[in-house]
């Protein structure tokens, strides 16, 4: 299991995780790092950076950070910079930063809707076309494709009320995938590019969420939202991170190498009723 993100030769495949402090972040480059990859965290600040290279290397793992911010295309070339210098070509690249906003149609602003777009779906272009060479070569070099996963949600498939900014970033997630997935294939690049989408996540980002829907009136208090958000998943609880995080590495590996445009569904069966 320990060799799952390492190539052919034994050497380890490096990684990138946007959004490593977070709940799905941190799970995720833990469990990269414990199938085998160097592992950069990055987020956007420094301190929650180092506890999580800190943990990891106590977990036995390998890890450095970056501080990027997603949304700023000088962010991802300072990140590129860094990740060639240090490790050479990035071989997996997880775009899982993400903001969220809880409101009608009515109430959303323009300056919400920029600022999602922004972090969620910009970032995640920025991203792809930042490390697409390195991607490339790297596939080359190991002859195991290289592979992008994109964090979208059950919110890039199904209508959520008072999450429509939210849902349309996601749903830009899913489609730029299938569409990069196949002018790759045309192009003849090796990269694989799937995108994720998580039911809900026992994380501060859901946490939050719940908040302001009890609050908007999908649920009389966020203790009964909780609840019916835990009902409306078939698998009768919302997942924690380290549920989404072993699908990642299932992605990020060569176990997934026939897989590419795919929307893989971790959602306790949430969009199977
Ligand atoms: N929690 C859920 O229920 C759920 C469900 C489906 C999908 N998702 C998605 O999973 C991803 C991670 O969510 P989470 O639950 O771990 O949230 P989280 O809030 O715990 O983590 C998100 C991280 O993204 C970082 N971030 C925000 N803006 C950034 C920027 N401009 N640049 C770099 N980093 C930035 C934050 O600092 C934070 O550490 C998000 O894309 C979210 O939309 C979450």
Request: charged share 5%.
């Given at each position: 299991m320990a060799n799952l993100l390492h190539c052919s030769d034994g050497s380890p495949k490096t990684a990138l995780v946007t959004g490593a402090s977070g709940g799905i972040g941190s799970a995720t480059a833990s469990a990269l790092a414990a199938h085998g990859a160097r592992v950069v965290v990055t987020d956007l600040e420094e301190a929650p950076l180092q506890a999580l290279v800190a943990r990891i290397s106590a977990e036995g793992g390998e890890a450095s950070s970056c501080v990027l911010d997603v949304g700023d295309p000088h962010s991802w070339q300072m990140a590129r910079d860094y990740v060639r210098s240090t490790y050479?070509?990035?071989?997996v690249l997880v775009n899982n930063a993400g903001i969220d906003v809880v409101k009608s149609v009515a109430d959303t602003t323009l300056a919400d809707w920029e600022r999602l777009f922004r972090v969620n779906s910009t970032g995640m272009f920025l991203g792809t076309q930042t490390f697409l060479d390195d991607l490339h070569e790297a596939g080359v070099a190991s002859q195991e494709r290289s592979s992008i996963i994109n964090m979208s949600s059950i919110c890039g498939n199904i209508g959520v009320a008072f999450q429509s900014t939210y849902c349309a970033t996601k749903g830009a997630v899913r489609m730029f995938t299938k569409a990069a997935a196949v002018e790759f294939g045309a192009l003849e690049r090796q990269v694989r590019i799937n995108s994720i989408h998580p039911g809900t996540v026992d994380t501060a980002f859901a946490a939050q969420c719940l908040h302001e829907l009890g609050e908007a009136g999908?649920?009389?208090s966020p203790a009964e939202a909780r609840a019916a958000i835990r009902a409306a998943h078939p698998i009768g609880d919302m997942a924690q991170g380290d549920e989404i995080a072993d699908a990642i590495v299932f992605l990020a590996s060569?176990?997934?190498?026939?897989?590419?445009?795919s929307e893989m569904l971790v959602d306790g069966g949430y969009t199977a009723q």
């Open positions: 050479g070509n990035l071989a999908f649920a009389p060569n176990l997934s190498r026939f897989m590419t445009g």
